[in-house]
Structures are given as C-alpha cells and as structure tokens.
C-alpha cells in the first residue's frame, strides 16, 4: 500500500465510545471546559491547564472498567499508553498527549491502565466534497462520513498525506485523519479495534 494513503476514523461518531465520566476541569469550570472541547474537536492547540490531570466515575453505583484504546472519557478524547506509545513514533506537529489519572466514582480508586487525552493541534484543509458524493452535509460549511462508510467514501487532495501523520480536516465534522505508516504501526500494534477506520481516495495530482 502507497505511502500515500491516508486513513479517516469514525471513532469521533461511535456512541459506544463515550464513556460516564466526568474530568477535573469540567467540575471545576463547565463553560471553558466546553470551549476547550469544541475548540479540541477543530483541531487548536491549547496549553496543557486546559486538559484534566483527572477524571472520575460519574455515577456512584457504576464501577468505571477497563478503557478501550481510544474513547471519550470526560469529554476528552483519549488514548491508552500503548496507543499514546505508537502516536509518539510519528509527527504529530502542534498535537498533544496528556498523560491523565482515571478513577471510580470514589474519586480514590484507580481503574486500570493508563491514559492519555488527546489535544488535536493539527488540521490539514485536504477534503474534496464534490468528489464525495457519500459524504453527507452538516452544516453549510461541513460534511460528515454515512453511518455505513466504506473504504473510498472520501475524497482528499493528492498531497494530503504531507506533513503531519493525525490531524483534523476543518470541513469534516466528527472525525480525524492518520497517514498509512501510522495506521500500519497501529495494526502491527493490534491497536485499531475501535478506530472504525476507512481508506480515503487520495486524487491524482
């Protein structure tokens, strides 16, 4: 496979990965913790007081397992430290990883495994809509994958594999965006189970 593939995830539109719990910075502060998130998902770098250093249970007769590879846990997209492990071999450019504890609701006991939440510093402007026929509109300005995407759906531009390996396209909503290498290392990592990845269509030149 070229090395000039590149990959979308769907994992930004998988329910099953939003997990009940709450972070440190959203109890403390609610309306810059929803800018920070919003501002995450449109791939702005921000410092690192923005992300939480914690992040607990959200229900008290709910015990917190195990976190998946990648998920939202608080908001906050995040990574387990092998996935974090992998994303660090590759340029990431302005992206961030920071590091986070999770704990049960008793805001004591910690759940297992370690984790990272994701800052998103990096977009790339390389969607082409009218080659996407299956892309569907969001809003005026965005589009997002069918529910059933498949491998092709999306349509980018023939240098979008330039530069950074994960990144944020600003006209698609609701997911991001890996370079082949990147995507390979994950596989050989046995890493992408809930990725929901799907090979874009890179143009000729």
């Known amino acids: 496979m070229s090395k000039d593939t590149v990959w979308v995830?769907?994992?930004?539109?998988?329910?099953?990965?939003i997990k009940p719990l709450d972070a440190d910075v959203f109890l403390k502060d609610q309306k810059t913790t929803i800018e920070t998130l919003?501002?995450?998902?449109?791939?702005e770098w921000m410092p690192p007081d923005r992300f939480p250093k914690k992040i607990y249970g959200k229900y008290r007769d709910g015990k917190v397992k195990k976190l998946p590879d990648i998920c939202m846990a608080g908001g906050f997209w995040t990574v387990s430290a092998n996935c974090a492990e992998?994303?660090?071999?590759?340029?990431?450019?302005r992206t961030t990883l920071h590091e986070v504890?999770?704990?049960?609701?008793?805001?004591?006991?910690?759940?297992?495994?370690e984790y990272f939440c994701i800052?998103?510093?990096?977009?790339?402007?390389?969607?082409?809509?009218?080659?996407?026929?299956?892309?569907?509109?969001?809003?005026?300005?965005?589009?997002?994958?069918?529910?059933?995407?498949?491998?092709?759906?999306?349509a980018l531009k023939s240098n979008?594999?330039?530069?950074?390996?994960?990144?944020?396209?600003p006209k698609v909503r609701h997911a991001f965006f890996l370079t082949n290498p990147?995507?390979?290392a994950l596989k050989d990592a046995k890493l992408t189970?809930?990725?929901?990845?799907?090979k874009c269509r890179v143009l000729d030149t």
């Open 101 to 113: 504890k999770i704990f049960q609701h008793d805001q004591t006991t910690p759940v297992e495994g």
């Open 38 to 43: 919003e501002r995450n998902d449109r791939g």
């Open 182 to 184: 990147l995507v390979q």
């Open 9 to 17: 995830s769907q994992a930004m539109m998988d329910s099953t990965l």
């Open 119 to 154: 800052n998103f510093g990096e977009t790339k402007d390389a969607f082409v809509p009218e080659e996407s026929p299956r892309a569907r509109v969001f809003d005026a300005f965005q589009w997002k994958l069918a529910g059933d995407a498949k491998d092709g759906d999306l």
């Open 160 to 169: 979008a594999a330039e530069g950074v390996d994960l990144w944020i396209d």
């Open 193 to 198: 189970r809930r990725f929901g990845l799907r």
């Open 86 to 93: 992998v994303l660090r071999q590759f340029e990431l450019g």
